[in-house]
């Protein structure tokens, strides 16, 4: 084979590669977006939960299956945020992963007042179910307005 063919053959298979690794890539962002946002479904629905056991002044414990769902989705919640993931179908703003210490600290954050609410519902303490979910609310609403584009 010619010099010149196996050159052309060389950049055909690299641009090739570099097509197949850019599908790829664009696959593993868009998973990832779907990952985080089963995770802030996750959220959702648990936290919908603990706001019906307090409004309906249920038994606390109801509350406790739910905020451990949070608390375990929190820890692992991150991971879902790699970089290269801020483009697509995602509400995530850049700030995420330019601040990505206070990202973190503020998904550590959710997952402690968690812990707390589930905390309060083992002790069935409503008075501190209610206090335990408000902070668990202030903390979602700390995260939202610093990193989520509405």
Do not use: Y
């Not at 599908?23 to 779907?34: C, E, P, V, Y």
């Not at 608390?71 to 995530?92: V, W």
């Amino acid at each position: 084979m010619a010099t010149w063919h196996k050159a052309v053959l060389a950049a055909t298979l690299g641009l090739a590669m570099m097509s197949v690794g850019g599908l790829a890539f664009a696959q593993s962002a868009d998973d990832a977006i779907k990952a985080r946002k089963d995770g802030f479904q996750v959220f959702r629905v648990s936290a919908g939960a603990i706001k019906k056991v307090v409004d309906d002044n249920s038994a606390p414990s109801g509350a406790v299956a739910a905020a451990e769902a949070i608390a375990q989705q929190a820890a692992k919640q991150l991971q879902h945020f790699p970089p290269g993931s801020d483009k697509g179908n995602t509400k995530a703003k850049p700030e995420i992963w330019a601040n990505w210490a206070q990202f973190e600290a503020g998904m550590k954050d959710l997952e402690g007042k968690a812990t707390a609410v589930a905390a309060a519902g083992k002790a069935g303490d409503a008075a501190a179910l209610k206090a335990a979910f408000g902070a668990m609310g202030g903390s979602c609403g700390t995260c939202h307005k610093a990193f989520r584009a509405d």
